[in-house]
């Protein structure tokens, strides 16, 4: 059975740091592209960061990148996202999600998704 679980999520002040997990099971991450996705109140999702399934390609969204960095632990079957230098409007829950894909580009969809993480940035 496919599973994603989050954690790593929680309140952190402006400026500050969280990283986040993906822990993966029932398949390997070594397989399967992931992607970081995040949707905050009365927003649409969008897809912050994602990662192929090769480890070579790796995808930000503009207001993250340079803050944010996306890797892997095939060893603990693992994907992280560090956020750094968080700001308010990164406040969200944040969701990691599989897909198919070829193993040089991230997931095209995404098919199975983990039960999110909240992000909280504030003073």
């Known amino acids: 059975q496919l599973q994603l679980v989050e954690s790593g999520g929680g309140l952190v002040q402006p400026g500050g740091s969280l990283r986040l997990s993906c822990a993966a099971s029932?398949?390997?991450?070594?397989?399967?592209?992931i992607g970081w996705f995040r949707q905050a109140p009365g927003k649409e999702r969008e897809r912050v960061s994602c990662i192929s399934s090769s480890g070579g390609s790796t995808n930000y969204a503009g207001s993250v990148k340079g803050r944010f960095t996306i890797s892997r632990d095939s060893a603990r079957n693992t994907v992280y996202l560090q956020m750094n230098s968080l700001k308010p409007e990164d406040t969200a829950v944040y969701y990691c999600?599989?897909?198919?894909?070829?193993?040089?580009?991230?997931?095209?969809?995404?098919?199975?998704w983990g039960q999110g993480t909240q992000v909280t940035v504030s003073s």
């Open positions: 029932g398949f390997r991450v070594d397989f399967y592209g």
């Open positions: 999600a599989t897909g198919p894909g070829s193993a040089s580009v991230c997931p095209g969809t995404y098919n199975y």
